[in-house]
């Protein structure tokens, strides 16, 4: 097998640039697609090459179908992606429903990114230091020219924690870059190792397919950018080596996060805790309610120090440690979905009555490996202390929050069930009345009138019930983008157009 060729991929589909602190995210208007072409010819994009030293800066760049438009890309091109991407996640009302972005989450109220509203382009800048002189470097030359600022979405560092003080980035997939994983399926072990197909575009996914890309008759590549499909060696692949990029502005209510819970605890700090550790399913510092154990997890290697991630739900089939409706156990079911750990209404109506859960293999839910996306958020505004955060803000304060930024192969299998059928869903692994305790829309949710409640298994004991759970999270904008490969970014810069793609 020919090696993988890393330079042709931009680099935030392999780091996540933890060392470079500082990020700006600029989401563009392509204002003359000349002078857009020229900048992208000499851009620095950032690569997923293994660079000594590392990089102090990386520049990233990717674009919305109106983009690619905007940039001249033809339509029968286009019209290669997936309906999501083309659509856009304030497309249709149904994604806004199935996405829980209702009420004060509607895209009609976005700051940006609203309905008929998407950026042309994301340019995301990362920094070590002097974010504000790289940002001169790269918005040099023609970049005056070529577009117009919508908006800037400034980040922060808040040390490895997310806004409401929770340590974040610990559980992502393992993406089998060399492509020598076994045969998906074959084992029934809960593996954190994923097909590059889930990641990249042009590769086989974990149900060893292709996933659709626009690919090109070669008539419409003279200069040679491109590369084979590798599925379809006759047509050259515009997708290969790219992959989709989620981006979206959540805005955290931190103070009416802790507010709730020590109301919840009854002022009892140590149990205010223990309760925000129950609704996120890792305590403050990370470490998991399950403590790891069991045989080693494919893909899995915990770093001295830091919180775990080589941990299973074996250990716990009452959800007693870590509670059924845990966003970490939404978010990452890991091998919940396996037989033997059943789902379902019979199973959260036994867990609901101090049952224990019967060994039934009811609806369960879909395989975890299929649904994993890898996540690249960065946080914006100033941090506060879950103690500061008990107290009245001062008028006017600045919103904090997270831009939740994530990369995958396909929007609507990843992304889009991950958020419908597991966040928002209020009949995740047979509970009823609760969505997400931290991303969750309070609103209605079909035949779901109430969703506010959280459920918190006890052993041999009837689960205590939080209600009147509030919305913490109000989505404030986001966009789907394709983040094209370095060759695919050297084709349009020339400009490349066809009608002959297929």
Known sequence: MTPF??????????????????ARFCLLRIRDAAAARAWIASAPVSTAERRQPPPETALHIAFTAQGLRAMGVAE?????FSDEFLQGVAGPASRSRRLGDTGASDPARWLWG??????????????????EAWTQVVQSGPWSDAFDVLTTL??????GHEPFGFADGISQPAFDWERQRPVPGTTTAYDNRGALGELLLGYPNEYNKYTDRPLLEPAADPAGDLLPADDDPARKDFGRNGTYLVLRQLEQDVRGFWQYLDQAAEGNARQRYRLGAAMVGRTVDGDPLIPPSGPAIAGVTDKPGQPSNAFTYDQDPQGVQCPFGAHIRRANPRNADLFGHPGGVIAGLASRLGIPRPRLHDDLMASTRFHRVLRRGREYGVSITPEEALKPGPPGAAPRGLHFACLCANILRQFEFVQNAWLMSTKFDGLTDESDPLLGNRAPVGDCPVTG??????????????????QFITVRGGAYFFMPSLRALRYMARGGRSSSAQ
């Open 76 to 80: 029968s091109t286009i019209a290669g």
């Open 453 to 470: 409640y959280f459920s918190i298994p006890r052993e041999g004991k009837l689960p205590r019930r939080l209600s009147s759970v509030p």
């Open 154 to 159: 400034e980040t922060s560092d808040m040390g």
């Open 5 to 22: 060729d890393y330079s042709d991929v931009q680099g935030l589909a392999a780091y996540g640039y933890a060392k470079l602190v500082e």
């Open 114 to 131: 609203g309905p008929g509203q998407p950026p042309d382009l994301v340019v995301m800048l990362y920094a070590k230091a002097k974010l």
